[in-house]
């Protein structure tokens, strides 16, 4: 990928807890057929737990050498991901609201997370209960390509963000970059960077991507090298990692 590999550092978190997540995790192993979600997915907010991720995120963002940087922050426009890079960005010295020259978070929507369509804010059981043609269509088809009615496929996703990688290489050459966004969406980049086969990102995907968690790539010769995937330290020291 011509426009991730003319960058300098490659650098993407999910964003912090949200309402939305807590909401999930509060049904997981019950008989409920919904999270109870009453926003929609743009409008879900972060808990306080996700603004103190947020803030550690932009502590650590702070204590980051000069040449790594961020130069261009881009953001998913839900609120749970510009709430993030919001607060972040307020913790570091190089992006102070009073200078107009202070790094601001980008948006841009093809960084939303993927669209569930009829199947929005149902629990696996839920699914199973109430669209069981739709279960099985995603058995047989995979979770890859399986696009449910209204909403996207992973590979739907893939394309988006191959969109975005070419403009962001026009945008920011030889730049070093802060992507925030969803677990979905660093997961698809590993797929285009990396250059994983379904398979093997079906595999990536089994592995929860952590609320703020850091996941990096430098360039090294031609092409971006993985640095880490899935970072949490500056998560832990500050007392707020993941449950």
Known sequence: MSGVNALQWLTMTRHGESTGNVAYRAVEGTDAEEAGITERDADVPLTDTGRAQAAALGRWLADLPEDERPTLVVSSPYVRALETARIALAQTPYADPRDPAGLRPKVDERLRDREQGILQGLTALGVERRFPEEA??????????????????????????????????????????????????????????????????????????????????????????????????????AGVAPS
């Not at 996207?152 to 050459?173: G, N």
């Open 136 to 237: 099985a269509r995603l058995r047989r088809l995979g979770k890859f390509y399986y696009r449910p009615p209204g909403g996207e496929s992973w590979a739907d996703l893939a394309l988006r963000l191959r969109s975005f990688y070419r403009d962001l290489e026009a945008a920011a050459p030889d730049g070093r970059v802060l992507i925030v966004a969803h677990d979905a969406i660093v997961v698809m980049t590993r797929y285009l960077v990396e250059e994983l086969t379904e398979k093997e990102v079906m595999e990536v995907e089994k592995e929860m991507v952590p609320n703020a968690s850091v996941t990096r790539w430098r360039r090294d010769g031609q092409g971006l090298k993985a640095v880490c995937y899935n970072d949490t330290a500056h998560l832990v020291g």
